[in-house]
């Protein structure tokens, strides 16, 4: 995802594969996607499989792409290969996969990676509200990846980018209806309910909606994070999203700007900075140094 999408969005897309094995053939496979030549992508992929078909991550970046370009028959073929031993839900949150999610051999996926999940690490206490959860997570994060192309290979205020952030938006919107029922009727999300990625995705659903949204929950996100019911890292994202939204100093340098003269990026303004590293290893952050890293932003703590 590009940088400044990255701003917008106020957290990092993460994605689920992971680069093993034949590092310059997956390399190339990861090039081509991003660039937008998913045809590329899944040729080099399918070439791959063919010269080693136990490498379940190819496999399962196969399964995506061809998602990704609707080929619904091809995406289940590789992902249920690429499934073949995987005991975690990532597949169930996985944004790449949203387009084959509706389709009714999705539950034959679902059933299958949580029976493998429960018979290793113990069974979900609402195993149907965490299913619903996961499912709005993917919803969430889907369409980014067709965003980032559009603000890289034409233009960020094209109609096709205006229609793409329409569309992010009426799903947004759905999403939030539904956190906002669900939060009537059960609480906040929390994990000893739903274990931990799915109470995470009402945290992804409040920090992508507007402020008063924010404002409203960052109460009762706060109370479940003090109770072990919500994961600070994730809290402190939205503590620095409202107070700069607010034109507030953020407290733990999540919040990251361009600079109106330099063009370079640079933390939103932080309270009482010489301490910052304290408060986000308290929350269970790294050093904010490594953090702005990732932007190319060399950085040190000020000193007391």
Request: net charge negative; proline share 4%.
């Amino acid at each position: 995802m590009s940088r400044n999408m990255l701003l917008i969005l106020g957290i990092f897309y993460i994605s689920f594969t992971t680069l093993i094995g034949q590092d310059f053939q997956v390399s190339s496979v990861d090039s081509l996607k991003e660039a937008g030549d998913l045809r590329g992508a899944i040729d080099a992929g399918q070439k791959q499989f063919r010269n080693n078909p136990n490498d379940m991550n190819n496999a399962y970046n196969l399964a995506c792409n061809f998602s990704i370009s609707r080929q619904v028959d091809s995406a289940f073929h590789y992902l249920k290969w690429a499934l073949d031993g995987d005991t975690s839900v990532r597949v169930l949150t996985d944004p790449d996969l949203f387009f084959i999610s509706k389709d009714e051999r999705w539950k034959e996926i679902e059933d299958m990676q949580v029976e493998k999940v429960e018979a290793k690490f113990g069974e979900y206490p609402n195993l149907e509200l965490s299913k619903e959860l996961w499912s709005m997570s993917m919803k969430d994060q889907a369409y980014y990846y067709h965003i980032q192309l559009a603000d890289k290979q034409i233009d960020r205020f094209s109609p096709i980018n205006r229609a793409l952030w329409d569309l992010k938006s009426k799903l947004n919107e759905e999403n939030l209806a539904r956190l906002e029922a669900i939060i009537a009727e059960h609480g906040w999300p929390k994990i000893s309910e739903v274990k931990g990625s799915a109470a995470q995705a009402a945290f992804l659903i409040v920090q992508h909606s507007g402020l008063k949204v924010q404002e409203k929950y960052l109460p009762i996100m706060t109370e479940a994070a003090n109770n072990g019911e919500a994961n600070w890292s994730s809290l402190a994202l939205l503590i620095d999203r409202v107070r700069m939204r607010n034109d507030e100093k953020q407290l733990y340098g999540s919040q990251v700007r361009r600079n109106p003269n330099t063009g370079a990026f640079e933390p939103f303004p932080i309270e009482d900075e010489s301490n910052v590293d304290i408060r986000r290893k308290e929350v269970g952050l790294g050093p904010l140094a490594d953090y702005l890293g990732y932007w190319d932003i060399e950085y040190t703590v000020p000193k007391k």
